[in-house]
């Protein structure tokens, strides 16, 4: 069965860092692309960031570019996601999701003073 959880959302204040994690289990993980995705309210899904399997690979949306980074661990089969510089704008539930379709539950961040 496969499984993608997230951790690590919380409250932050503009200016401040937090990294996502998401834990795979279930599929061969380093064989699959990975992404990012991020949903604010009332507004639609989006790509956040993208990786290769081999981690070699990565894209990231222009609002993001300079603050965020993803990375992975395939020995751990985790991806993460270090977000630095948040802003207020950047508030919305983050989802994993392998390039086999899958996706996590989601882990909130909420970014306020």
């Known amino acids: 069965q496969v499984q993608l959880v997230e951790s690590g959302g919380g409250l932050v204040q503009p200016g401040g860092s937090l990294r996502l994690s998401c834990a795979a289990s279930?599929?061969?993980?380093?064989?699959?692309?990975m992404s990012w995705y991020r949903q604010a309210p009332g507004k639609e899904r989006e790509l956040v960031a993208g990786?290769?399997?081999?981690?070699?690979?990565?894209t990231y949306e222009d609002s993001v570019k300079g603050r965020f980074t993803i990375s992975r661990d395939n020995a751990k089969k985790t991806l993460y996601l270090q977000m630095n510089s948040l802003k207020p704008e950047d508030t919305a539930v983050y989802f994993c999701?392998?390039?086999?379709?899958?996706w996590g539950q989601g882990t909130q961040v909420t970014v306020s003073s």
């Open positions: 999701r392998s390039t086999t379709g899958y």
């Open positions: 990786i290769s399997s081999s981690g070699g690979t990565t």
């Open positions: 279930g599929f061969t993980f380093s064989r699959y692309g």
